[in-house]
């Protein structure tokens, strides 16, 4: 039982913030990679990233085979 309590804060403390208030802070290819198949986000979080990106005039593309591989554009 400790066990799985232990997993279950470690899984916690490892989740990230996407609030519109934090996504200024991260740089701009960490949020793109928060958009990737690797993290679980909700509807919500990606819109908050979206709109940062935005803000920023940056968009996430992938580049050539590698999918998880995010390259930062500029609009």
Excluded: H, W
Excluded at 2 to 28: N, R
Excluded at 29 to 42: A, H, K, Q, V
Excluded at 44 to 50: A, G, K, L, V, W
């Amino acid at each position: 039982m400790k066990f799985v309590l232990a997993l279950l804060v470690l899984g916690l403390t490892a989740c990230v913030s996407a609030s519109p208030e934090a996504v200024k802070d991260y740089p701009s290819d960490y949020l793109c990679r928060l958009l990737g198949p690797e993290y679980i986000s909700t509807p919500q979080e990606q819109i908050n990233i979206y709109r940062e990106l935005e803000r920023r005039g940056e968009r996430c593309v992938n580049s050539g085979a590698n999918v998880n591989q995010t390259v930062i554009v500029n609009n």
